[in-house]
């Protein structure tokens, strides 16, 4: 047994890994469940299955092809957005849609149908997964596309790694003319000029996204800055066209935990204080390689070690335009009068662009995420609180990025789950499966109990 | 090394260092026994940037078909600069204890189809005075130690034979490059316990090449290993075959 975390370090469960090395090789069989594992980005417990078995997919990270005439690239599912990018840029490909990160894997791009800046006008990452193959434990192996086994396309795109393994997929990349982005920075007073802002950028920004300061109050809740940005047109300035591709972060590194005494109301506040008027309330303009534009956080390798070893959890939440306001509101005001700091909080829109994915998270609104210490008790409840508001407000919380969701909410947020359950391949769960249906467990709780993981307090716990 | 012959191309070291040369534009013949395994690290090179990617799945340890290999490989890329020689098993030394047959199946893959295809591309690399031959041996080599001395002696005849072909090789401009990993993390280690003497099969490869690039005659990578078996080597025998090693 190992203790793999996931990106946010809670929970912590245990559970076995096994390597996977060859793309035609049949399933492992191992006892108990098993569940695909990327670069262990997702924060909470849906990457992590505790008492069972992770799949490590990193070494299944082969190209299989790339054309550079329409830009197609196919390639293992353990193949990062990092290595695509490192292929497709100096040949003028990008991603057409990028989480915050770079250090995830195609397939769980896919089983999280990942969202980025462009939302709005790109919708997610699953509408260029042009195929892709999945092996189920049953020793089938299922082409789909939008044609073929439509059906497990859709369960897959978004479906949380419960349907199966995808062992290769072929993506649809977009042509840019450099690697460069010319970005606007706009200062926001508050939470109701995100939300004037934010709309008018989007008719002709591709990128878009805020950072807002959490700990703002009354009046001032939602101050923030918006970033917004296009691919520059080719030569910009007299620039050469694709420059270096390679990575601009200053490529510092967390080399242990954190004391957790480093974050607090005061160094947090001291932070966005510095990091606000750092812009001395007018917009600007610059023009920035795609690498700090798309994936500040990345040249901070190890990052989420700032929070010490009790790990942080995440809150991303999405609600409708026609409850936005209030209810983001309420959100922000809850955890900063909760007293527990959340370093960074981003602030985006999504458009109406569906996604294949039945399980698919983003819906057109606004969408709110925010980072928070893990300070026990006190901290769980103030997320599941921010839960039961979004459920109220119509909205949606992201399974990536969650920890304490209620089973009542994701069956309120996902409508398609029932017909979803229906494709889980029995062999494969997760802990936060588990979670989410705690009634009809597919795994003994005695083999949870016998594997060393922590004691369930209730079924309820049980993750 | 511009157009290179790699054995054993589906290993976790070899395909990383076909990686390294598909990125440098080199024209690459690839040998592997699993034919889909295979397809899936040519592909991959392909990708990658090769000039030219060349396969063949083949048993290696069918030696009948190795001078046939060679004179394919020379025809596909149309000449040969460099060879990776990096097939090999760990074997298991309780079985091979316990019987010849074991301890020979590991002999005759690390051994001697390694010198049944070292004879004739030796030959032709002395003929056409230039190239490097690049071959994968391991710490193992440098001493017998009870855990696992059969696959250690298979290695240390190999580094025998290697330097011989290094001696006679030396005046046709022919760099001979062994290369002794220490513990590494790929499949082939996947049962063992890993501590942090384990290299990944990127860093082995990096090291590899830069052996190969500079014409080195032995290497240890990661370097550590020069002086953690400088020790190993220099422990008196009388004592040494009373430690549990
Ligand atoms: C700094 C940062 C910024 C982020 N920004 C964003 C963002 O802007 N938008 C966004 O949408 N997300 C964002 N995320 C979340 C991240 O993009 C997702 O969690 C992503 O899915 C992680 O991919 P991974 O390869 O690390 O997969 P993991 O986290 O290891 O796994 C994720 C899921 O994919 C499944 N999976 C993985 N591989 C396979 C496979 N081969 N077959 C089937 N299932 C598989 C797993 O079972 C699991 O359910 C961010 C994360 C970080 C750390």
Redesign the pocket.
């Known amino acids: 047994m190992k203790s793999l975390e996931?990106?946010g370090r809670y929970p912590r469960v245990e559970q076995r890994t096994q390597a996977l090395t060859w793309r035609s090789d049949a399933l492992p069989e191992v006892s108990g469940s098993v569940?695909?594992?990327?670069?262990?980005?997702?924060?909470g417990d849906?990457?992590l299955?505790g008492g069972g078995t992770?799949?490590l997919?990193s070494g299944?990270d082969r190209f299989i092809d790339f054309d550079p005439a329409t830009g197609v690239v196919r390639c293992?599912?353990?193949v990062?957005l990092d290595m695509i990018l490192r292929l497709g840029a100096p040949r003028g490909w990008f991603l057409p849609v990028?989480?915050?990160?770079k250090?995830?894997?195609?397939?769980?791009?896919?089983?999280?149908?990942?969202?980025?800046?462009n939302h709005h006008c790109a919708g997610?990452?699953g509408r260029y997964v042009r195929r892709f193959e999945?092996v189920r434990s049953d020793g089938s192996r299922r082409i789909c596309s939008p044609d073929e086994n439509p059906d497990w396309y859709g369960a897959?795109i978004g479906?949380?790694?419960?349907?199966?393994?995808?062992?290769w997929a072929e993506v649809q990349l977009k042509p840019i003319s450099n690697p460069y982005v010319l970005q606007e920075t706009v200062p926001l007073a508050n939470l109701d000029e995100f939300l004037v802002v934010a709309r008018e950028s989007e008719a002709d920004h591709q990128f878009t996204?805020a950072w807002v300061d959490c700990l703002a109050r009354g009046k001032k809740v939602g101050r923030g800055l918006l970033y917004r940005g296009n691919f520059a047109p080719p030569q910009f300035d007299g620039l050469p066209l694709a420059k270096s591709h390679l990575s601009h972060g200053i490529g510092l590194a967390v080399p242990m935990d954190m004391p957790s005494f480093c974050l607090n109301r005061l160094t947090v506040s001291a932070f966005n204080w510095l990091y606000f008027h750092r812009q001395n309330g007018k917009p600007k303009q610059r023009l920035t390689h795609y690498d700090p534009f798309f994936?500040p956080?990345?040249a901070i390798y190890g990052?989420?070690r700032i929070y010490g070893r009790k790990g942080f959890l995440?809150f991303?939440c999405v609600v409708p335009y026609s409850t936005a306001r209030d209810a983001l509101k309420d959100i922000l005001e809850r955890s900063s009068r909760g007293g527990l700091p959340s370093f960074l909080s981003?602030l985006?829109t999504f458009g109406d662009i569906p996604s294949p994915g039945w399980l698919s998270?983003?819906r057109k609104g606004v969408t709110l995420?925010m980072d928070f210490a893990n300070r026990g008790e006190k901290t769980y409840r103030l997320v599941e609180e921010l839960d039961r508001v979004t459920r109220e407000a119509g909205g949606a919380v992201?399974?990536?990025?969650d920890a304490r969701m209620s089973p009542e909410s994701f069956a309120a947020y996902f409508p398609r789950h029932t017909e979803f359950a229906g494709y889980v391949d029995p062999a494969?769960s997760?802990s936060?499966w588990r979670r989410m249906h705690p009634v009809s467990l597919p795994f003994s709780l005695e083999s949870e109990r016998a594997s060393g993981a922590p004691q369930p307090q209730s079924v309820l716990a049980l993750r | 090394m511009k157009k290179v012959l790699v054995l054993g191309a589906t290993s976790a070291i070899a395909q990383a260092t076909v990686r390294l040369l598909a990125a440098r534009g080199a024209s690459l013949y690839l040998v592997g026994r699993n034919a889909a395994n295979l397809d899936a690290v040519t592909k991959d090179a392909a990708t990658r940037g090769a000039a030219k990617v060349e396969s063949k799945a083949v048993d290696l340890n069918d030696f009948a078909t190795h001078e046939a290999l060679v004179e394919g490989a020379f025809q596909a890329l149309g000449g040969l600069d460099g060879v990776v020689l990096a097939h090999g098993v760990l074997g298991d030394q309780a079985e091979s204890q316990a019987t010849w047959t074991a301890t020979e199946a590991v002999l005759r893959t690390n051994f001697m189809s390694a010198v049944s295809l070292l004879t004739p591309l030796a030959n032709r690399f002395e003929a056409q005075k230039a190239g490097t031959l690049v071959v994968i041996s391991s710490v193992a080599g440098d001493r017998g130690r009870q855990s696992n001395y059969v696959y250690g002696a298979s290695k240390g005849a190999l580094n025998v034979f290697l330097q011989g072909l290094r001696n006679r090789l030396a005046k046709a401009n022919v760099a001979v490059v062994t290369v002794k990993p220490g513990f590494v993390d790929t499949p082939m280690t996947a049962h063992l316990p890993k501590n942090k003497l384990f290299a990944s099969p990127e860093k082995v490869a990096r090291g590899l090449l830069r052996a190969a690039d500079s014409r080195k005659n032995e290497v240890y990578v990661p370097g550590i290993w020069a002086l953690i078996m400088l020790i190993i080597k220099s422990i008196p025998e009388s004592v040494f075959k009373k430690l549990k090693l």
């Open positions: 996931s990106w569940l695909p594992h990327g670069l262990g980005r997702s924060y849906s990457c299955n992770l799949l997919t299944l293992e599912a353990g990062s990028t989480p915050g990160t250090f995830v894997t195609v397939g769980g791009a896919i089983a999280n149908d990942v969202h980025g800046k997610t990452f999945l897959t479906g949380l790694g419960l349907t199966g393994l995808i062992t996204m994936y956080l990345d990052w989420n995440q991303q981003v985006k998270f983003p995420a992201y399974p990536a990025k494969f997760s936060f």
